[in-house]
């Protein structure tokens, strides 16, 4: 790799690692903020869920302006709006003003993930993809890794701090964007991605479901993207009412929210390295998902019971680690029954899981302003009936079992 092809690198990681830290020190910031302003647990299952809305609709639009008008534009504009949406966030005295912040960053910010990993696919060897692709997810691992750490710590003594570095990260990353990172679309590029825009079809969505013929419920894929939604809607129970609980129950503050936060990010990454790769191999996909549903059913269970910071890290642990394999090898195995177009099997997959991702949150917030132990309960118990439609439904191939055809319609 080229010295200017590392320096292209060194940014465009630079600014993941400032998008996901900015994600990461705001989320244990979150419910203490709700708290200050009057609100509850309704409010913050809307809060996180209008990015993740807005993040699914506007991510494939920004992918298809950024072939129009290049890539470095497009990556300016997410970082412009992802600063400015910090700042707001800290500069916030109504709620209103959370939800119009976390609004725009779901639009603008969306920008920059697919941009980038456009930008690496454009402008590296095919031979080097790969180190480019793994630097960048190296730097998004670190973000999420630091992230609630260093937000529960930087707002200790004031909850608006965090956002205002953040804000001032997302400038010192579009000064580099600006300065140094050269366009990598060719002018002629730009031309033929003209009259093209992606958006997201539900049509899409609802045709990889059905089977191809009237013998079969769904299509060989279609029972694991619906499993793939449940298991986001549950896994979300836990994470967007986490610091809600924390306070609630146990009176913890913004720094041991971090804290315990930051342990979730490590076991999450290091298990993916580690742990998921040996385990498929070793027992198959479908024994993965069946075993991880199974102790992710145990492990809010296991969450409620815990009532003490080591119980509680112990209890979190285990229950991220159950929810780390899960995800990989769901994917894994719809890449197995998808013998035609990967990319449009994986899109499917994202597209699912952001689903639920945006229910998630909503149900969540208001089951805990019911009872502050009806998020985990009701994740348990979605956990447990993945669990059994696995068993009747998810088993092992022995080869790929099915092509996905080229979709007819923008993902």
Known sequence: ???GSRKNILILSFTLVVVMLGFGLVIPIFPFFIEELGAGGSELGLLVAISALLEFVFAPLWGSVSDRIGRKPVLMIGMVGYGLSSLLMGLATQLWMLFASRALSGILSSATLTTALAYVGDSTPEKERGGGMGALGAAMAL???????LGGWLAGDSLSTPFFIAAGMS???LLLILLLLPESLPAEAHRQGKGKVNVVNLRALWQALRPRSGQALFSPIGVLLLMVAL?????????AVFGLYALEKFGYGPERVGTILMVVAVVSTVGKAVLTGPATKRWGEAAV??????????GFLVLLAANTYITILLATGFFILSKTLLRPAAFALISRRSAGSQGAAMGLSNSFM???RIAGPVWAGFVF???VNYPYLSGAAIMFVGFLVSLIWVSQPKISTCAIKTWPYEL
């Open 143 to 149: 973000g999420v890794i630091l992230g609630p750490g």
């Open 171 to 173: 400038l010192v990353s």
């Open 1 to 3: 790799m080229g010295a």
């Open 289 to 298: 998902i069946k075993a991880s549903a199974l102790a992710g059913s145990v």
């Open 369 to 371: 302003d019911v009872n």
């Open 231 to 239: 298991f986001s809607f549950a896994l979300t129970n836990f994470e």
């Open 354 to 356: 952001s689903l639920g």
